[in-house]
Nanobody, 128 residues
């Protein structure tokens, strides 16, 4: 069983930065791929970023490439999402997710169906 708790959301002006954190309980974190997804009102869930269990490989959605950075600290069971140059269209609830079904995966999971644990979500609002 894995529990994920996000923090760091809030209100920021366009062009600003925020850093989201997601802390996981349980021993599965260090062998699991982690991802961030977001969902804006009236829209489908969107892939934002993902990172392999060892932090070596990452992947980003097209809309955030070059602006967002995902990283992890396995010693602290935490994954981060640094969001820079924020735009109003980045406004959404951001969800942290863990993919524990395949340990030490060789791949970065970008499909939400690959993830079996989800956090409660953190609201990010970017004002123009």
């Amino acid at each position: 069983q894995v529990q994920l708790v996000e923090s760091g959301g809030g209100l920021v002006q366009a062009g600003g930065s925020l850093r989201l954190s997601c802390t996981a309980s349980g021993r599965a974190f260090s062998s699991s791929g982690m991802g961030w997804f977001r969902q804006a009102p009236g829209k489908e869930r969107e892939f934002v970023a993902a990172i392999r269990w060892n932090g070596i490989s990452t992947s980003y959605g097209d809309s955030v490439k070059g602006r967002f950075l995902i990283s992890r600290d396995n010693a602290k069971n935490t994954v981060f999402l640094q969001m820079n140059s924020l735009k109003p269209e980045d406004t959404a609830v951001y969800y942290c997710a863990a993919s524990t079904n395949v340990r030490y995966s060789a791949y970065v999971q970008t499909d939400g169906r690959d993830y079996d644990y989800w956090g409660q979500g953190a609201q990010v609002t970017v004002s123009s």
